[in-house]
């Protein structure tokens, strides 16, 4: 049997509708996150198998912008 464990949670930063982070890209804002749980959980890349992440606005993302983060 695998053993499943959460090692970390993120979000990205709050901002307004059309605010300061409206030109940074959704896979942008997600490898960031990414990032940051990766070395506050001190976990290399390839020890993860699977990345939940979740995205409440996807207009203009493109498809799937979760996986392109990666």
Known sequence: MTDVVIVSAARTAVGKFGGSLAKIAAPELGATVIRAVLERA???????????????????????????SL
């Open 42 to 68: 001190g976990v290399k890349p390839e020890q993860v198998s699977e990345v939940i992440m979740g995205q409440v606005l996807t207009a203009g993302s493109g498809q799937n912008p979760a996986r392109q």
